[in-house]
């Protein structure tokens, strides 16, 4: 069964511009959540979506979006790019009831604002 | 508010030997999830272990172990006869339950290198 996928694996953009992150869940996941890891501040929840609605924000400004589409998949937009944006963007996917379900990680995106 | 604090920031160990990881929690919830992840040099996340707080039962995996105490608030991470390929980021993880907010916080990990 394939795991969580995420495109592009490495994004390069300048500041000012606007990233777009993908994010393919497990098969049969409808919870889709999204993650920054970046240099000195760990793994921050960023975002969750579940059956195409936002369910929950982290502390991020609203430059930082995203959607999920009917088929689960979802992307995360981040506008006007800011140098310390640059980070791992983990994508993690499961069921929806936290009960019983664990959410699994995608390999992540790689962003870099130059 | 809820914390993960792992305050072993690095620990290197020679292999064959045993190293167990440290994680502490806070939480004012009655019922909670927590949760050991491992990030190799790849990056990705690998899912290793989940414990519900009703659950206190001590959980042994082939060379891994866990071992939780809510008394001391602590879900311990221990790599018997530790080897190479387990050289990685590990990290512990809360999820809250009446939230229902279903986000993990992490701790900052802890890199373990294991040296041949």
């Known amino acids: 069964e394939a795991g969580v996928t995420q495109s592009p694996t490495h994004l390069i953009k300048t500041r000012g511009q606007q990233a777009t992150l993908r994010c393919s869940p497990i098969s049969g996941h409808t919870s889709v959540y999204w993650y920054q890891q970046a240099l000195g501040l760990g793994l921050q929840f960023l975002l969750w979506y579940d059956e195409g609605e936002e369910r929950n924000r982290g502390n991020f400004p609203p430059r930082f979006s995203g959607r999920q589409f009917p088929n689960y998949s979802s992307e995360l937009n981040v506008n006007a790019l800011e140098l310390e944006d640059s980070a791992l963007y983990l994508c993690?996917?499961?069921?929806?009831?936290?009960?019983?379900?664990?959410?699994?990680f995608g390999p992540g995106t790689r962003l870099t604002v130059l | 508010a809820q914390k993960v604090t792992q305050a072993q920031t690095e620990i290197s160990v020679v292999e064959k030997e045993d190293v167990t990881l440290d994680c502490v929690y806070e939480t004012r919830d009655t019922t909670y999830y927590l949760f050991w992840y491992k990030q190799p040099p790849s990056g990705e996340l690998v899912f290793l272990i989940r414990?519900?707080?009703?659950?206190?039962q001590n959980e042994i995996s082939g060379r891994y172990s866990w071992n939780f105490q809510k008394s001391t608030s602590s879900f311990n991470f221990t790599i018997t006869a530790s080897q190479v390929v387990d050289s990685a980021v590990y990290f512990c993880a809360l999820s809250e339950a009446w939230t229902g907010a279903n986000n993990l916080f992490f701790g900052t990990g802890t890199r373990l290198t294991v040296i041949p």
């Open positions: 993690a996917s499961s069921l929806v009831d936290p009960s019983t379900d664990t959410q699994y």
């Open positions: 414990r519900n707080s009703f659950d206190e």
